[in-house]
């Protein structure tokens, strides 16, 4: 006897629907079994993971400003794999759109400033974000090299070029000797949505852009265009569409997206350049993607799911000492789940008896 | 069992029986309960419409597909076929339809390669010398298989199969890709084969090459046996109507006066290939009148990917003086402009190129149509319209099909080939390019299809057919010009040529002179 995998003919929307339910519930066990070999209670650490976060208002709205840029950064990378176009290197767009934004309002910093330098910031991550995002795209497109491994390989060149800037030029002259820059002026900071809260204005913003993007995706020829290219590449150059077009065009996107949310988490939570400001976003957001089914409207789903896990693994290392790192191994588990269910949706497991001798 | 006793029963037991062979996908039951029976010497033809079950039925004989239920016997005695190592260590071998050889390597490496029991290369090439001289299949071991032709590659994999020593060979619509002249020569081989006391299980839907080459056949249809007969006592059209259960007619020629003016117009266009070993275009030139339907023959892979492509603008000709198309030079314009000025286009692929499989129809009529029938006006999708369009499309080509919008591989090929035709006849362009219109499709829909593309060229409209049947391309065209080797000989009248004239082009004689 042996197991063997078919090719299901059709699949169904309640299976599309229950294989990232399905992933969820299996990353949870697993969780569960971990914490146990961590020689913490299970149940406690699931509750500090998953219920704790979701239970009063501070916590409500720390999910919702760190849900912020993970939606915003899968959403753009949601446009990249439905393409067929692996950008990994979203990490590094979000810091070289935080640096391009950052870097107005450090040069302005008691000087020339006004209501222009905050969407003038903006435009600037999202511009630096789109820029770093082209050279994978250009080395793809002209060269034909792995953008898997290129556009992984520059989150390093943006990470070291941000410990530079905070170290060297940019470091605040006042600061100690810390790395960081200065902490910036009330015009170079989102506004807060409440007095004493902590959502800005990004959050509202990356709302309005998720609903443009489910638009783009659901219902124009643009997002027709990015899927057949992704689908069946053939079929889309007999189509007339260009697949080294709409590399070009989902690199840049997804490049743009990551970029704003770089500048929003600084301008709006940071509000100041330090080392290590991503808790890992911009690969976090790889599984917002996969997990929101790569549909704008999921990836807003499934980034709140993980953003709960960010703040269920603070709780769980203050409360039970748990590794911080367990929500990293938390999360590429959900991550293998989701991929492995994809594939029970395009095939099914079938049990062979080997024929009598 | 002791051989001694196989050969006595071998007079009367069948060398291999199929028993009540049963296999189910999902719910479509693709062989149903089927009886089959081969002695050994026989050559025995497996007939059937595409879709009929045949695939499935030989995959099962040769290990590739476990049944349901049913049984095989091999000299009367239970076999069990887990894999296909299995089945050629009891004497069975197969010849696939699409070769599974490595291009850079050389034909005694490819078949050192699929030898069950490794031997040193030398002593493969040996015996591969001493199989193909034996059986009349000319090869050199030590030449790379890129160079060789497609009937060379077919060789390679006869070859390949006989160096198992196979009781019963399976051959998959073998001579699909051969010239006539190569069929002959396979046809000998496959008499000498028999002469042994080998059997033969030879699927085709060529009838006429049946009723030579078989003396028993097994007719499926809808995964059942409807018959099982001698062929030789039967003529073609009683073949026919039992693969179809029905009467097969052949598409009427229109009475059409003299052609119109010249619509597309091809100079001396080359192109080279678009990959290391494939094949481009030399010096091709036509002239298309409107009205009229040009044929284009040849053997798989001389060229005409390279042709199609360049004529429909997936890759741009070298200069744009290269195709005129009703008087405008559109070499360098994409298949989005070229749809604009009138053209339409069908490759070969049905699924993957001409349709994308995971995509519901609606999205694969948006998919040929979006530059010229206003389906997504101002970038965004009308949904409605691309309904009314598919609807309109199964109404005039008889797709059949479950729900109103299901995805495209959920199409049989004949289905979704209406469908894809039916797409780019019913914009009623100016000109079609379609290449292998009814490849893998059943009789039924294949007669549909050939009288649309008649019909359209007598709208007044110009069609150049890309197609490797021959039988097909002297029913609907007016001229035939054949492709060899990336380069296009004269047209000539279709009543004025002969299959054979034609089968010397298409193995390459014109050039061999004119070098």
Redesign the interface.
Known sequence: MRLVLEQ???TGWALRLLSPLLAVALALVSAAVMFAALGADPLAALHAYFVLPLSDSWGLQEVAVKATPLVLISVGLAFCYRAGVWNIGAEGQFLVGALGGAWLAVATHGGAQGPWLLPAMLAAGALGGALFALIPALLRTRFGASEILTSLMLVYVAELLLDWLVRGPWRDPAGFNMPQTVTFSPAATLPLLAEGGRVNLGTPLTLLIVAAAALVAA????G?EIR?VG??P???????FDAKRVTWAVFAFSGALAGLAGIMEVAGTLRQLQPGLSPGYGFTAIIVAFLGRLNPVGCLVAGVFLAVTFIGGENAQIMLRLPLDATRVFQGLLLFYVLACDTLLLYRLRL?R???? | MPSGSARILSAETPLLEARRLTRRFGALVANDAIDLAVRAGEAHALLGENGAGKSTLVKMLYGLLQPDAGQVLWRGAPAALPDPRAARALGVGMVFQHFSLFDAMSVAENVALALDVPEPLPRVAERLAAVSSAYGLPLEPAREVWRLSVGERQRVEIVRCLMQDPRLIILDEPTSVLTPQEAEGLFGTLDRLRAEGRAVLYISHKLEEVRRLCEAATILRGGKVVAACDPRAESAASLARMMVGAEVGAARRADRGDAGPVRLSVHALSLPPDEPHGIGLHDVSLDLRAGEVLGIAGVAGNGQDALFAALSGERAAPAADRIILDGAAVGREDISARRRRGGAFVPEERLGHAAAPAFRLSENALLAGHATEGFAPGGLVRRSRLLGFVDRVTAAFDVRKGPRDPEARALSGGNLQKFVVGREILRGPRLLVVCQPTWGVDAGAAQVIRQAILDLARGGAAVLVISQDLDELLEITDRIAVIFHGRLSAATPTGWTTREEIGLLMGGAATAEAT
Request: no cysteine.
């Open positions: 299901r003919a059709e219902r124009t020829l643009k027709f057949l689908e069946a053939r079929a889309a150059r007999f189509a007339g062979l080997s024929a009598p001798a």
